[in-house]
Nanobody, 120 residues
Framework: QVQLVESGGGLVQAGGSLRLSCTASGTFFSINAIEWYRQAPGKQRELVATISSDAKINYADSVKGRFTISRDNAKNTVYLQMNSLEPEDTAVYYC??????????????WGQGTQVTVSS
């Protein structure tokens, strides 16, 4: 069984930094694209950043220049370094990974989410 576990959320003042981690556990063949999403209260879930299996990266315009996504394939982990945080970044952050099991087509798995709160 595949699980994604996020960590690193918390409370930080505006202008501060946090680093989120998302680690995949279980038995699987490969991890393809990994994405970070966030959902603020009363708002739809939005895509924040994407990193492909060959490290192609995309960011939402709202976080470009402030957030950095990276992955460590040896550790089955993706990171989201968040700098210059703003109160508008307050949300629950989720990772989603497209994972292929042995002899099973790839599908998306979600983590449970980690709360990020930025105070003004």
């Amino acid at each position: 069984q595949v699980q994604l576990v996020e960590s690193g959320g918390g409370l930080v003042q505006a202008g501060g930094s946090l680093r989120l981690s998302c680690t995949a556990s279980g038995t699987f063949f490969s991890i393809n694209a990994i994405e970070w999403y966030r959902q603020a209260p009363g708002k739809q879930r939005e895509l924040v950043a994407t990193i492909s299996s060959d490290a192609k990266i995309n960011y939402a315009d709202s976080v470009k220049g402030r957030f950095t996504i990276s992955r460590d394939n040896a550790k089955n982990t993706v990171y989201l370094q968040m700098n210059s945080l703003e109160p508008e970044d307050t949300a629950v952050y989720y990772c989603k990974a497209n994972i292929e099991l042995f002899l099973v087509p790839a599908r998306d798995y979600w983590g449970q989410g980690t709360q990020v709160t930025v105070s003004s």
